[in-house]
Nanobody, 123 residues
Framework: QVQLVESGGGLVQAGGSLRLSCAAS????????MGWFRQARGKEREFVAA????????TYADFVKGRFTISRDNAKNTVTLQMNSLKPADTAVYYC????????????????WGQGTQVTVSS
């Protein structure tokens, strides 16, 4: 089983940037596709982005296309989410998660999750 720990969240002004990181333990990290989700207060958890086992393929929710970039480094067992042009609507707890399928956007397809990191965007 892979364990995930997110970091990099914080408070940023609208228009600013943050880089979230997800560190994975376990030797099988490279065999999983990885995704980022977010959950705003009072709302359901929603898909943000995912990246395949190799570095070649990624997919994004429409509301982050052109602003967020997902990447991974299998040698370092990390997946990152670069977030630019942040908006107050991006305020949420961000989670990374792993799945054996790609591309998938539903939460039930992801079998292991991190604890989340808070991102707050002020106007």
């Amino acid at each position: 089983q892979v364990q995930l720990v997110e970091s990099g969240g914080g408070l940023v002004q609208a228009g600013g940037s943050l880089r979230l990181s997800c560190a994975a333990s376990g030797r099988t990290f490279s065999t999983y596709a990885m995704g980022w989700f977010r959950q705003a207060r009072g709302k359901e958890r929603e898909f943000v982005a995912a990246i395949s086992w190799s570095i070649g393929s990624s997919t994004y929710a429409d509301f982050v296309k052109g602003r967020f970039t997902i990447s991974r480094d299998n040698a370092k067992n990390t997946v990152t989410l670069q977030m630019n042009s942040l908006k107050p609507a991006d305020t949420a707890v961000y989670y990374c998660a792993g799945t054996s399928q790609f591309p998938v956007t539903g939460t039930t397809a992801y079998s292991f999750w991190g604890q989340g990191t808070q991102v707050t965007v002020s106007s």
